[in-house]
């Protein structure tokens, strides 16, 4: 189960591009030559959070408990199995960010980046995008964030509107062919 859940990280690899120029802390290369640098803690949204993930990638769909909290302080991500053993956890701390993984292939600067694309205020994100550019539309109750390298979609996500620990969330990125589906703990029927 653990390398199966992990199977999330290993594909966020894709999105990555060449790691050829050393990135300043908190910096994360994506497409061809994209970078993002996150925002501190202090500039995200206080939340606690728990959602069923489902990530699919090449047909195959998996599925863990993902816990997020963010404070002023700290970003929190947990990964736990359906039986609550533990797959990765990471924190960061708007300068230093630290993970622990059952898989090698643990990319924890992409699972960073794809958090706060998806919880930071939509305003917040342009000054952090390097040679990449966000576009923010609504399709119907969700607003979708889609991000862009050279004409190339990066990442699409899509979240329901309304506080995140009640949001239900999608992201798609088409280079990595794999889809993520985050649904609040309390419409999956509580705690698994």
Known sequence: MKGQALLLIGALGLVAGCASVPLAP?????????????????????????????????????????????????????????????????????????????????????????????????EALPPQLHDLSLTVSAAGDRQVRELWNQGRLIARIEKTHGPLNKAHISIVIPVAKLSLQLTPLAAAGGTP
Do not use: K, W
């Open 26 to 122: 908190g910096c994360t290369r994506l497409g061809h030559n994209g970078v993002f640098c996150a925002l501190p803690p202090a500039a995200l949204p206080a939340v606690s959070a728990s959602h069923l993930v489902t990530v699919t990638h090449a047909g195959q769909s998996q599925t863990f408990l993902g816990r997020l909290q963010i404070d002023a302080h700290h970003l929190r991500l947990a990964g736990l199995s359906l039986f609550g053993t533990a797959l990765f956890n990471l924190d960061y701390d708007g300068q230093q960010l630290t993970s622990h993984s059952a898989a090698e292939n643990l990319r924890p600067d992409l699972l960073l980046t794809m958090l706060e694309l998806t919880v930071a205020p939509a």
